[in-house]
């Protein structure tokens, strides 16, 4: 499991489903939007306390952004 990229997808998943820009998702989680884009892209690893910030603003658990989708691993 690449596990930057299973949270990078995850994120960009629920962020999508939420109706949120990256720009807009940011400003509610108080990162950059750069960040997120590059989260999403799979360029960066990210601290503890923001994966926290990210679930929050997702309001989920932040397990699930760890969890892999199984569908993905077949597209």
């Known amino acids: ?3 930057v990229r299973v949270f990078g997808s ?17 400003e509610k989680c108080g ?3 750069t960040y997120i884009s590059a989260i999403e892209c ?5 601290a ?3 994966v926290q910030r990210i ?5 989920i658990e932040p397990y699930k952004l ?3 989708d ?3 691993l077949h597209s």
């Open 55 to 59: 679930a929050d603003a997702l309001e």
């Open 48 to 50: 503890l306390e923001n």
């Open 31 to 33: 990162l950059h939007r």
């Open 42 to 46: 799979y360029r960066r690893s990210i």
């Open 70 to 72: 199984k569908d993905e």
């Open 10 to 26: 995850n994120l960009k998943r629920y962020r999508t489903a939420l109706g949120l820009s990256q720009e807009a998702f940011a």
């Open 1 to 3: 499991m690449d596990i």
């Open 66 to 68: 760890f969890v892999e």
